[in-house]
């Protein structure tokens, strides 16, 4: 096989036949001997400018290489992967409970219209910028007090 892949770098009039050739013969190889033998393919084609053909014929053949299986490779693209997911979820939880809070605040200054009327624009700013846990406090308190002032207070 691998006199075959070196006779890719003979001038041979049609190209075609012999990387078909050496393709199949590739692709009834193990796992461990084919991925090599396609790298050594891959590199002779690009010294002879067959990339092109050798992309073309191996569509047609059924040979699969999972980069994942690559020894150096598989394990930095999985690391590379666990830490963009870990990122991407901090970053979604953190997304989510803003959108949340946002909600919860929408939803007393609601609550607080229904009880006493339009919210005066100071007593909304003051509740936009209460943390979590008295933001909830003020929701359970709200039927239990007459006014803003001893809602807030």
């Known amino acids: 096989m691998e006199d075959n892949v070196i ?3 003979a001038r041979l009039g049609n190209e075609r036949e012999p990387v078909r050739r050496i393709l199949r013969g590739i692709a009834g190889r193990g796992k461990p001997g084919r991925s ?8 002779l084609a690009g010294l002879r400018g067959l990339v092109p053909l050798v992309k073309e014929e191996m569509t047609q053949m059924p040979i699969t290489e999972d980069i994942m299986d690559h020894p150096f490779f598989g394990p930095k693209i999985r690391d590379t992967l666990n ?49 979590v846990p008295k933001l909830e406090r003020i929701a359970l308190r709200l039927f239990d007090v007459q006014s803003f002032d001893e809602l807030l207070g």
């Open 83 to 131: 830490k963009g997911q870990a990122i991407g979820q901090k970053e979604g939880r953190k997304e989510g409970l803003g959108e949340g809070l946002e909600r919860e605040r929408q939803l007393v200054l609601r609550q607080i219209g229904k009880r006493f009327g339009t919210a005066p624009v100071s007593t909304r700013k003051r509740i936009e910028a209460l943390p």
């Open 7 to 9: 006779a890719v770098l």
């Open 36 to 43: 090599t033998a396609l790298q050594e393919l891959t590199l």
